[in-house]
């Protein structure tokens, strides 16, 4: 046995050196992972707060659960990341604690801090909103509020530099996916919330992205359907096409061939996440099964079964080549029938071209129900992305891809 050994030691190195040559096994050609924050300086939970890249390139996050006392209630604490540094440092209060919110940056640098709630509990949806100036280091208040007070709702950016939010749950407590019609659009210029065309159904948690043609859609919820809005005409066009399932606690991209991928996320009806992946047509306004996800959602036990409350990015900034072309999922949680959630520390890219997905995990830490952003690309032209502390985690987990290497065929 051990005169055969050598040349089966021999062949093994062939294979695999042949496997290395033909495609990537490796996750480590694509993504390295590191920890975040070595120096252990975070000090809020980050559990459903918000976050958003300044133009300095550093985040700021604000808001969140704190889960250390015995009843959940929500944070006004505020941070900054310096991903030079790779430090958190403290950041001035909000002016009303939130969770369950959303954020964005606006063309002058502000950023956005709009509804979610004070707590967990049903009156506790909050419809103010404030401004984080990251030239003082300080929040203060949109002067008018959101039609109605709502959280989990939808948010993005229009093309002229107003932002939309759609949907939303008005009990703040209530994470199913029903919601509200209400759509409101805020006016950096005017500093105010103005109510638009109303959604045809009401949802909460759902997808919604805007389109490089500045029409903006939303994907489920407690819905099977979608919804596309026109800021030009203010009128929202329902999809005749129907998805198999409710999908809520998921997030969709336009794609580089125009088409919206949809990955992952969870039925309202048993809550149970799924691997499956869609495809949405906007021309044709209907849904394609997509590759799955089976195999790619991990935590430290194993394998799961379905993602949900994920992080997910287009790992390419707009106007960039390869935009569109690379997804990343990271992170979320398993929901199974009977005991409690699996919390996923599991990452992976989908590779639009060639219609596959391609492992680049673990992370150092699980995230579920966490806060993330994109950072800017650094100085050798690489994506980099962050996740932060989550249910069960208070680490900071950071990735570098290999921009070179995603580029090869």
């Known amino acids: ?36 924050d070595p120096q252990k300086t975070l000090r809020n939970v980050h559990v459903l707060g918000a976050a958003s890249l300044l133009k300095d390139g550093r985040v700021v996050v604000a808001g969140g659960l704190d889960l250390t006392s015995a009843t959940p209630t929500a944070t006004t604490v505020a941070e900054l990341y310096d991903p030079v540094k790779r ?51 300080e929040f203060t208040s949109v002067e008018s509020t959101l039609s109605i007070a709502r959280q989990g709702y939808g948010i993005s950016l229009l093309n002229d530099g107003r932002v939309i939010l759609t949907g939303g749950n008005a009990a703040g407590n209530n ?3 029903t919601g509200v019609t209400a759509v409101d659009i805020y006016d950096p210029a005017t500093n105010r919330f103005q109510p638009a065309a109303p959604l045809h159904s009401g949802r909460a948690l759902h997808a919604q992205l805007t389109l490089k043609d500045g029409r903006v859609v939303v994907i489920g919820g ?21 998805l198999p399932t409710t999908l809520k606690d998921t997030k969709a991209f336009e794609l580089y061939d125009g088409r919206i991928f949809i990955p992952g996320g969870q039925n309202t009806v048993d809550a149970l996440t799924t691997d499956a992946t869609w495809f949405f047509d906007v021309a044709t306004r209907k849904f394609t099964a997509g590759p799955s996800l089976a195999g790619f959602n991990e935590a430290p036990s194993g394998v ?106």
């Open 222 to 242: 407690a819905q099977t359907d979608a919804e596309i809005y026109d800021p030009l005409k203010n009128i929202w066009t329902q999809s005749p096409a129907q």
């Open 87 to 137: 430090q958190w440092t403290s950041a001035g209060a909000l002016k009303v604690p939130r969770w369950s919110l959303d954020a964005v940056t606006l063309a002058n640098g502000k950023v956005l801090f709009a509804g979610g709630s004070t707590g967990f509990k049903s009156d506790a949806a909050v419809d103010s909103a404030e401004l984080f100036d990251p030239a003082t280091g």
């Open 304 to 409: 799961q079964v379905g993602t949900s409350d994920y992080s997910a990015w287009d790992l390419f900034p707009a106007g960039h080549a390869l935009r569109g072309r690379y997804i990343l999922i990271a992170g979320g949680e398993h929901d199974p029938l009977t005991g409690p959630d699996v919390e996923l520390n599991s990452a992976t890219i989908f590779d639009v071209a060639q219609n596959k997905f391609i492992r680049v995990g673990p992370m150092p830490y699980v995230h579920d129900d966490h806060t993330e952003s994109a950072l800017k690309m650094n100085d050798a032209g690489n994506p980099e992305f962050l996740l932060f502390g989550g249910n069960s985690s208070k680490g900071t987990s950071r990735v570098e891809f290999d921009a070179k290497a995603l580029q090869v065929p």
């Open 175 to 177: 994470l199913n996916g």
């Open 1 to 36: 046995m051990r005169q055969n050994a050598q040349p089966f030691s021999w062949l093994v190195i062939f294979i695999c050196c042949l496997c290395v040559a033909n495609g990537p096994v490796n996750a480590q050609i694509y993504g390295t992972w590191t920890d975040g």
